[in-house]
């Protein structure tokens, strides 16, 4: 895992991608920028995108826009997933235990597609 400012600066610096990644066999999960996959790599928070996919059959979601935040309490090593149709929550889920080095990520889903959100 790179550190909190190597991550930092992945998620700062992205800007527009070269391509899409399929990373699940899965034909209803998104598919992911080139940010994104320097984030998992870095962060090693695939973890976090099978979240994501997961919940994209659940009817709740917009399918054309949503906003993910990962919210981790350092001192207990925990979390929490939620999903949003632009800022109303739509769904949420605990994370027993991460080592995920930031306090606080955004990413969104925009038509299938995860991004970060320098990248939109």
């Known amino acids: 895992m790179k550190s909190k400012q190597e991550i930092m ?4 610096h ?9 990373y699940s066999p899965f034909k209803h999960f ?13 962060a090693g928070c ?3 995108l099978d979240i994501i996919g997961s ?4 009817n709740r979601l917009d399918p054309h826009f949503q906003v ?6 350092q001192d207990s090593n925990t979390g929490i997933a939620s999903g949003y149709n632009d800022t ?3 769904v949420s889920q605990e994370i027993p235990f991460t080592d995920f080095p930031l306090d606080e990520l955004t990413l969104y889903l925009m038509d299938g597609v995860i991004l970060i959100p320098a990248e939109y």
């Open 9 to 12: 600066d992945i998620i700062n």
């Open 14 to 22: 992205a800007g527009g991608t070269q391509g899409y990644h399929k």
């Open 30 to 42: 998104p598919v992911i920028t080139d940010g994104v996959i320097a984030l998992a790599e870095a």
């Open 46 to 48: 695939y973890w976090l």
């Open 55 to 58: 919940y994209q059959t659940a």
């Open 68 to 73: 993910w935040k990962l919210v981790v309490d």
């Open 88 to 90: 109303d929550l739509a």
